[in-house]
């Protein structure tokens, strides 16, 4: 699609020459979806969830926002309740001391503790951590 300024636009402001089914223009601080573009940002935005649900972070709550907006219902997607605040995690530094093992011990065992794999490094729910501890000791 190719762009250029026209007389008729506002300063600044490119114009689709083809203004066909994919339109996508900036206009100042607007950005303007219409046809296949909107369906790729959708799936941009639940991809970006997706990822930040595999790395162990909470729902961004702007892309929740964009998500209800790009869908075909308006605000269907924004859940009604506010996000819950994500779980306290442990390292397994954390997670050692607390077991009484070497940190590589509580390396072995965090994906038993239903731990994740977030940036490099292993994070225990505080949660498992403690039902485990009280299951553990006598």
């Keep these: 699609m190719s762009q250029s300024t026209t007389p008729h636009a506002p300063r600044g402001v490119r114009i689709a020459q083809d203004a066909g089914p994919e339109v996508c223009t900036r206009v100042g601080p607007v950005v303007l ?5 909107v369906d790729a940002v959708a799936y941009a ?6 990822e930040r649900r595999r790395d162990g972070l909470p729902p961004s709550r702007a892309l929740d926002r964009l998500a209800g907006v790009l869908s075909p219902g308006g605000h269907e997607d924004i859940p009604a309740e506010p996000i819950d605040e994500p779980e306290p995690m442990m390292s397994t530094s954390e997670a050692a001391a607390l077991l009484g093992v070497s940190r590589r011990q509580a390396t072995r065992l965090a994906p038993q503790l239903d ?4 940036g490099g490094r ?3 729910p505080s949660r498992t951590l ?3 501890l009280e299951g553990s000791t006598p």
């Design 33 to 37: 979806l219409a046809g296949p573009a």
């Design 45 to 50: 935005v639940r991809v970006a969830q997706r």
């Design 122 to 124: 292993w994070l225990i």
């Design 115 to 118: 731990g994740r794999f977030t």
């Design 130 to 132: 403690d039902d485990h």
